[in-house]
């Protein structure tokens, strides 16, 4: 499962600390995504970046803040302002180049903040 | 901004049967419409989907359809077997790369 890969598989953190998850991609796309998913709401989307050193809120962006330095990285930082930050965290990339196109996500973080 | 809802939210069917999932979105400038299959534990996975000027979309045991007059489209599939047993989403997506995914069907598949 190459291509898109999240570090690392399960994080535990204590209330009250920001924690941070990496999202690494080499399929050279300009496209990437952050996504949360909770039991029976499917995949929400929080912060998406269309090209380098530019991203956008996606429509839960609140306690959470990205960064978009390189090509290939995009990592999500949770902070201590997200009401329930327990979760999977799951990251995705695409093309992009200004067409919706097929997203491939990456094996996801789970975090547990107690 | 773009609403995908997404039903059943279980299906239950016995080997061989066909199980159909419906969504319907609320922006008609959405133009891609792909089906995600995530197994229990694992990433999602794509495995069929269509563009706005397409109707109907087949790969093997595998349709979606889609009528754009009413806003909803369609995962069929047939001759279903116990590894189809999973939760399938849908989303729908615009020109500018954003997709917005239905709230998920959990299908399990009774040998």
């Known amino acids: 499962d190459g291509g898109i890969t999240q570090s690392p598989k399960y994080l535990f953190r204590k209330e009250g600390q920001n924690v941070t998850l990496s999202c690494e991609q080499n399929l050279n796309h300009d496209a990437m995504y952050w996504y949360r998913q909770d039991p029976g709401q499917g995949l929400r989307l929080i912060y998406y970046s269309q090209i380098v050193n530019d991203f956008q809120k996606g429509d839960i962006a609140e306690g959470y803040s990205v960064s978009r330095e390189k090509k290939e990285s995009f990592p999500l930082t949770v902070t201590s302002a997200q009401k329930n930050p327990t979760a999977f965290y799951l990251c995705?990339?695409?093309?992009?180049?200004?067409?919706?196109?097929?997203?491939?996500f990456g094996p996801g973080t789970r975090l547990t903040v107690t | 901004g773009e609403n995908v809802e997404q039903h059943p939210s279980t299906l239950s069917v016995q080997e061989g049967d066909s199980a159909v999932i419906k969504c319907t979105y609320s922006d008609s400038a959405s133009n891609y419409f792909p089906w995600y299959k995530q197994e229990l534990g694992k990433r999602p996975q794509l495995i069929i989907d269509i563009r706005s000027n397409v109707g109907e979309k087949k790969d093997q045991r595998i349709a979606v359809t889609l009528n754009k007059t009413a806003k909803h489209f369609s995962l069929h599939i047939t001759e279903t077997q116990p590894e189809d047993s999973a939760v399938y989403f849908c989303a729908g997506g615009t020109s500018y790369g954003k997709l917005t995914f239905g709230q998920g069907t959990i299908l399990t598949v009774h040998p």
């Open positions: 995705a990339s695409s093309s992009g180049q200004g067409r919706v196109d097929e997203q491939y």
